[in-house]
């Protein structure tokens, strides 16, 4: 029966090997393998997922099984492999680096961990194995006073949201006697300590979300780190967080003005940014604020919105990201985009289709994403926030269309074109062709036939009940 636990079993055991293995040989390659099998081994098990409250316990109270936990795994370890085909011949700055696979391998079994975590103990040791990593992969470019910066900034503000969640689970620990997740809720709900504990446990998770108003870190980390992490920061950490946030029943209120502010922020703060990376940042902090409008409904249909959404929201991160890698930008400046229409005609179509679908133009799968949230918010009578949502789209897209105006219709500067005729290194990989063709495949067609992606969800929350 300890089947379930395989995937996690396998994967700590690949890292311990590959830590050896990777000081004689490149460790990417290997890496994509062990994920894969990875995969194949979490792939949802009819016999033990899919019954009527039906969950396994068989690490002590530490990690369980059921539907939506196998689920979100599975999707974890799709962005890692995204994130990993993204990857070079492991070369960062100039030099050779075994580890950046290996520390990849490292977050993923910590964000698999966390997911299936039902003790306050084994969530916190999840978090802090994903969190460690990733400090390392943001300051991995040692010369640059940007990465320098990211990752003490990273580093600062993650070791103070994780004080919380242990102040969090203290107060609580203090009054049940116990750290399971779902010891004493209804104990926890009625005295103002088991709510303080609940909401610093909320407010330590929204801080590894980069939601507002704890998204402070977001714009400087991403635009410091190397851009195959940032991409991992964007997807990976961010889907075991919600997973988990959404088992432990957050608390609405804290969970509604996040929401609120999130979105507000994500519009606002983008409107004036011209670096891609500060803009991508600010567009994550406002697609968090939907998913979190789900949560915060807490209905079975916003639940399985908000997971469905969280879907979407990767497959457009690791599109636009491997189109980003792929053009292999110097400064990252979204100046840079000009002239591609006629440098790059197809990278231009699929990266213009990709940012519009970001910003929820139908018939794009992120159009699909909001519209679901926005029903169940509007059948839920949240009507003010839904309005807020549907504002900050529309100030959200302006800033979406600018980028597709700066593809299409802005002129080159003579120097970028000098730069393009100088470097002449544009051969696009076959990896990352492979993920941009997929991804946009699914952006463009998921409006057609949404079945799969719909039962999937419904599954996954299934789970939950």
Same mark, same amino acid.
């Given at each position: 029966?300890?089947?379930?636990?395989?995937?996690?079993?396998?994967?700590?055991?690949?890292?311990?090997?590959?830590? %050896?293995?990777?000081?004689? @040989?490149?460790?990417?390659?290997?890496?994509?393998?062990?994920?894969?099998?990875?995969?194949?081994?979490?792939?949802?098990?009819?016999?033990?997922?899919?019954?009527?409250?039906?969950?396994?316990?068989? /690490?002590?109270?530490?990690?369980?099984?059921?539907?939506?936990?196998?689920?979100?795994?599975?999707?974890? #370890?799709?962005?890692?492999?995204?994130?990993?085909?993204?990857?070079?011949?492991?070369?960062?700055?100039?030099?050779?680096?075994?580890?950046?696979?290996?520390?990849?391998?490292?977050?993923?079994?910590?964000?698999?961990?966390?997911?299936?975590?039902?003790?306050?103990?084994?969530?916190?040791?999840?978090?802090?194995?994903?969190?460690?990593?990733?400090?390392?992969?943001?300051?991995?470019?040692?010369?640059?006073?940007?990465?320098?910066?990211?990752?003490?900034?990273?580093?600062?503000?993650?070791?103070?949201?994780?004080?919380?969640?242990?102040?969090?689970?203290?107060?609580?620990?203090?009054?049940? +006697?116990?750290?399971? %997740?779902?010891?004493?809720? @209804?104990?926890?709900?009625?005295?103002?300590? +088991?709510?303080?504990?609940?909401?610093?446990?909320? #407010?330590?998770?929204?801080?590894?979300?980069?939601?507002?108003?704890?998204?402070?870190?977001?714009?400087?980390?991403?635009?410091?780190?190397?851009?195959?992490?940032?991409?991992?920061?964007?997807?990976?950490?961010?889907?075991?967080?919600?997973?988990?946030?959404?088992?432990?029943?957050?608390?609405?209120?804290?969970?509604?003005?996040?929401?609120?502010?999130?979105? %507000?922020?994500?519009?606002?703060?983008?409107?004036?940014?011209?670096?891609?990376?500060?803009?991508?940042?600010?567009?994550?902090?406002?697609?968090?604020?939907?998913?979190?409008?789900?949560?915060?409904?807490?209905?079975?249909?916003?639940? @399985?919105?908000?997971?469905?959404?969280?879907? #979407?929201?990767?497959?457009?991160?690791?599109?636009?990201?491997?189109?980003?890698?792929?053009?292999?930008?110097?400064?990252?400046?979204?100046?840079?985009?000009?002239?591609?229409?006629?440098?790059?005609?197809?990278?231009?179509?699929?990266?213009?289709?990709?940012?519009?679908? %970001?910003?929820?133009?139908?018939?794009?799968? +992120?159009?699909?994403?909001?519209?679901?949230?926005?029903?169940?918010?509007?059948?839920?009578?949240?009507?003010?926030?839904?309005?807020?949502?549907?504002?900050?789209?529309?100030?959200?897209?302006?800033?979406?269309?600018?980028?597709?105006?700066?593809?299409?219709?802005?002129?080159?500067?003579?120097?970028?074109?000098?730069?393009?005729?100088?470097?002449?290194?544009?051969?696009?990989?076959?990896?990352?062709?492979?993920?941009?063709?997929? /991804?946009?495949?699914?952006?463009?067609?998921?409006?057609?036939?949404?079945?799969?992606?719909?039962?999937?969800?419904?599954?996954?929350?299934?789970?939950?009940?």
């Amino acid at each position: 029966m300890y089947e379930a636990f395989y995937p996690e079993l396998f994967l700590s055991l690949a890292v311990l090997i590959l830590v %050896i293995y990777g000081v004689y @040989q490149p460790t990417l390659k290997t890496a994509i393998i062990v994920l894969l099998i990875t995969g194949l081994i979490a792939l949802p098990n009819e016999q033990f997922l899919f019954w009527e409250d039906k969950t396994l316990d068989l /690490t002590n109270g530490l990690l369980t099984i059921n539907s939506w936990i196998s689920i979100t795994k599975l999707i974890i #370890i799709i962005g890692s492999i995204s994130i990993l085909l993204m990857l070079k011949d492991t070369k960062i700055s100039g030099q050779v680096s075994f580890d950046y696979p290996v520390l990849i391998l490292i977050v993923t079994l910590g964000s698999v961990l966390l997911v299936s975590s039902i003790n306050w103990l084994s969530v916190y040791l999840a978090i802090e194995l994903q969190t460690l990593s990733l400090f390392v992969l943001t300051a991995l470019k040692r010369d640059s006073a940007y990465g320098a910066e990211a990752g003490l900034k990273y580093f600062v503000l993650g070791a103070l949201s994780s004080g919380l969640f242990l102040f969090g689970c203290a107060l609580l620990y203090g009054l049940t +006697g116990e750290t399971s %997740i779902h010891a004493g809720g @209804q104990i926890c709900a009625l005295t103002s300590n +088991g709510e303080a504990g609940k909401i610093l446990i909320t #407010i330590s998770l929204l801080f590894k979300l980069s939601a507002a108003p704890f998204h402070m870190w977001a714009p400087d980390v991403y635009e410091g780190a190397p851009t195959t992490t940032t991409a991992l920061l964007a997807i990976v950490p961010k889907v075991s967080v919600f997973a988990i946030l959404v088992q432990i029943g957050p608390v609405i209120n804290v969970l509604l003005a996040s929401a609120t502010l999130s979105m %507000i922020y994500g519009a606002i703060g983008a409107l004036n940014q011209t670096k891609i990376k500060r803009l991508l940042a600010y567009s994550g902090i406002g697609h968090i604020g939907f998913v979190l409008f789900g949560v915060t409904i807490g209905s079975f249909e916003s639940i @399985q919105a908000s997971l469905i959404y969280m879907i #979407i929201y990767v497959i457009m991160s690791i599109c636009s990201f491997s189109i980003i890698l792929t053009l292999g930008l110097s400064k990252n400046l979204l100046v840079e985009f000009s002239g591609l229409s006629r440098r790059h005609p197809i990278m231009a179509v699929t990266l213009a289709l990709t940012f519009l679908s %970001i910003a929820g133009i139908p018939p794009l799968a +992120g159009f699909f994403s909001k519209w679901l949230v926005l029903l169940c918010g509007i059948s839920s009578q949240y009507y003010l926030t839904s309005i807020v949502a549907v504002l900050c789209s529309v100030i959200a897209g302006v800033y979406y269309v600018r980028i597709v105006k700066i593809i299409y219709f802005q002129a080159e500067s003579s120097l970028l074109i000098w730069k393009d005729v100088l470097i002449r290194d544009k051969r696009e990989e076959f990896r990352k062709s492979i993920l941009i063709g997929l /991804t946009l495949y699914i952006i463009l067609f998921i409006m057609i036939s949404p079945n799969l992606l719909l039962q999937i969800a419904h599954d996954a929350t299934m789970g939950l009940y």
